[in-house]
C-alpha cells in the first residue's frame, strides 16, 4: 500500500513497507480465543495457521531533519531463515530508494525495539551501517534486554546482528521520553518488550499541524485496537494492556493518525471508543 502524507507545519511522512513476513495466527493473537478471532482472518489464514505480516516503515520528514521508524528485517537473513520466516518483497533500502530517499539523508534512526523484523534493516548486505550519517534511537533498557541470556530472547532477537550495531546503537540510546527532533518524540512504553517505545509526531509551529502516532508492535493489526488482545510475544502483557489503554485514549482525544506495524491492507487510521475498548478505523487515503 503507498501512502504518505503532509502533516502540516513542515512535515511530511510516507509508510516504506520493508517487504512482508509470515507469524503463526495463534501466536499473534495470545491469549485470544480462536473462536473469537477466526472470522477476522478468515481470508488471509494459509492452510499452515499463519498470517502475512508487512513490515512497516515510516519516513518522516520535518523542516529539522529525517527520521526514519523501523528498518524491517533487512538482507542480512539466512536462506534458512528466510524460508522459515518466509520473507519476500523489497527490504528497506531499496523499498526507500523506490520511494525517493535517499538512505544516506536519514538523520536519525527510531526504533520501537530491537526484535530482529525492526532491526534487520540497520546494516546493508554487506555488513556495513545502511545509513551512513544517522544515529540510532532506541532505548538503552531495550539493548540490554536484547543482548540478555535468557533463553526466549534468542528467538526474538538476532543478537550476532545487535552485536554488529552495538556501539553505533549506544550513541544514540535513549533513558525515557526524548525529543528527539522537533515534535518528534520517543516514548517509553514497555509491555512487547522491556524496552519498547512508541514514536509520536506532533509537528510544532505557528500553525501546528496533525499529530500521529506509532506505536510499534504494541499496534500490529487493526484488533490490537482493544488492549486486552496482545500477542504471545508480548514479554510483559499486563504492562502492554495498561500502556495501550492510556496511548489508545490519548490518541481518540487528540485525533491522532494512527500507524500500525505489520498490517499489510490497512496500516493507517484512527482510534476511535468502543465500549470499554477501542476500535481502529482504517483510511483509504491515496496520500496528500
Ligand atoms: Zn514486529
Known amino acids: 500500500m503507498a501512502w504518505s502524507a503532509d502533516l502540516g507545519a513542515g512535515y511530511r511522512v510516507a509508510l516504506i513497507q520493508a517487504g512482508t513476513f509470515w507469524s503463526d495466527a495463534g501466536a499473534l493473537f495470545g491469549p485470544v480465543p480462536r473462536i473469537l478471532w ?3 482472518v478468515s481470508d488471509e489464514l494459509t492452510t499452515d495457521w499463519r498470517l502475512g505480516q508487512a513490515l512497516n516503515c515510516l519516513l518522516i520528514e520535518t523542516p529539522a531533519g ?8 533487512g538482507e542480512r537473513l539466512n536462506e534458512k531463515a528466510r524460508e522459515m520466516r518466509r520473507y519476500t518483497g523489497e527490504p528497506i533500502l531499496p523499498a526507500l530508494r523506490t520511494a525517493g530517499f535517499d538512505p544516506a539523508t536519514v538523520d536519525i534512526v527510531a ?3 530491537l526484535h530482529f523484523d525492526h532491526a534487520g534493516g540497520l546494516l ?18 531495550e539493548w540490554e534486554v536484547a543482548l540478555g541470556t535468557n533463553s526466549r530472547l534468542v528467538a526474538s532477537y538476532d543478537q550476532p546482528e545487535l552485536r554488529l550495531v552495538r556501539d553505533w546503537g549506544a550513541a544514540g540510546w535513549a533513558d525515557g521520553e526524548r525529543e528527539i ?17 512508541a514514536v509520536i509526531v506532533r509537528p510544532t509551529g505557528p500553525r501546528p499541524g496533525r499529530p500521529l502516532a506509532f506505536f510499534g508492535d504494541l499496534a500490529m493489526r487493526p484488533w490490537s485496537a482493544n488492549p486486552r488482545w496482545v500477542t504471545a510475544f ?3 502483557p499486563l504492562d502492554s494492556v495498561q500502556v495501550k489503554g492510556e496511548l489508545f485514549r490519548q490518541a481518540v482525544a487528540e485525533d491522532w ?11 493507517i487510521g ?19
Do not use: K
Open 181 to 197: 527532533l522537533p515534535g518528534v518524540s520517543v516514548v517509553p512504553t514497555g509491555g512487547h518488550s522491556a524496552g519498547h517505545q
Open 270 to 288: 484512527r482510534m476511535v471508543p468502543d465500549r470499554d475498548r477501542f476500535m481502529f478505523e482504517p483510511v483509504r487515503a491515496a496520500g496528500g
Open 66 to 73: 529525517r527520521v526514519l521508524v523501523e528498518t524491517g528485517i
Open 257 to 267: 493518525t494512527i500507524v500500525l506495524s505489520h498490517e499489510p491492507r490497512t496500516p
Open 124 to 141: 546493508d548486505a554487506t555488513g556495513s551501517r545502511a545509513f551512513l550519517r544517522a544515529v540510532i534511537v532506541a532505548q538503552r533498557a
Open 111 to 113: 526504533m520501537s525495539h
Open 38 to 40: 477466526d472470522r477476522l
Open 234 to 236: 508480548d514479554d510483559f
